[in-house]
């Protein structure tokens, strides 16, 4: 159980363009999830939290405009980057908490290389 | 606020030797810790996790970890690594109160593991 996939496993895009990238949570109802970023060879940075039905909460320093989060449902949220630009490109992350189980853990996504050239 | 930190970002160890990467942490509450690995271009698995309740964890693949509140460490270890167990670990703090509040990492210790 708790199984947490992403979509796509990997993306190009030109610069200029936009990028959509989903999370679902398979077999639990996340009431809360998480997006975040990560370097090569670097740690999870979190961008943003959002909770189902309710506007994301972003981290310092990242714009929300740029990073567009919806938690539309109790299994699925979305990551857009809009106006992609080649520093946008990074492994993106996401991961479901559902409070109903176990409050404790995250179950974490497969991630989402994104490469803008 | 919490935070981790994870002494040597390179760890190398012999087939069948012990394993033991480092974690410190801080945090104005009691914590909850946690051990993730991540093996390339995947996201992250947990391994194991301390939540208040017995201070030596046991997790998958044979590693467990310890809470020592006078030290505020939660080191993981494996009493012999496999070659299979070449991966980023990172460990991660988060606090006891509150719902689903956020992770915080370390900035993660690569084990390299030799014949």
């Known amino acids: 159980g708790a199984v947490v996939s992403q979509h796509p496993s990997w993306v190009i895009c030109k610069s200029g363009t936009s990028v959509k990238i989903e999370c679902r949570s398979l077999d639990f109802q996340a009431t809360t999830m998480f997006w975040y970023r990560q370097f090569p060879k670097q740690s999870l940075m979190l961008m943003a939290t959002s909770n189902e039905g309710s506007k994301a909460t972003y981290e310092q320093g990242v714009e929300k405009d740029k990073f567009l989060i919806n938690h539309a449902s109790l299994t699925l949220s979305t990551l857009t980057v809009t106006s992609a630009h080649p520093e946008d490109s990074s492994f993106y992350i996401c991961?479901?908490?559902?409070?109903?189980?176990?409050?404790?853990?995250?179950?974490f996504g497969p991630g989402t290389r994104l490469t803008v050239t | 606020a919490q935070s981790v930190t994870q002494l040597g970002s390179h760890v190398s160890v012999s087939e069948g030797a012990l394993v033991l990467l480092r974690c410190n942490y801080s945090s104005s509450v009691p914590p909850y810790l946690f051990w993730y690995v991540q093996y390339p271009n995947q996201g992250l698995q947990l391994l194991l996790k301390?939540?208040?309740?017995?201070?030596l964890v046991k997790g998958i693949n044979g590693f467990e970890a310890e809470f020592k509140k006078s030290e505020t460490s939660f080191h993981l270890t494996k009493p012999s690594a496999h070659m299979s167990d070449a991966a980023e670990y990172f460990c991660?703090?988060?606090?006891?109160?509150?719902?689903?509040?956020?992770?915080?990492f370390g900035t993660g210790t690569r084990l390299q593991v030799t014949l």
């Open positions: 991660a703090v988060r606090k006891s109160t509150g719902t689903a509040s956020k992770l915080t």
């Open positions: 991961s479901a908490s559902n409070l109903a189980g176990d409050a404790y853990e995250q179950y």
């Open positions: 301390y939540t208040s309740a017995a201070t």
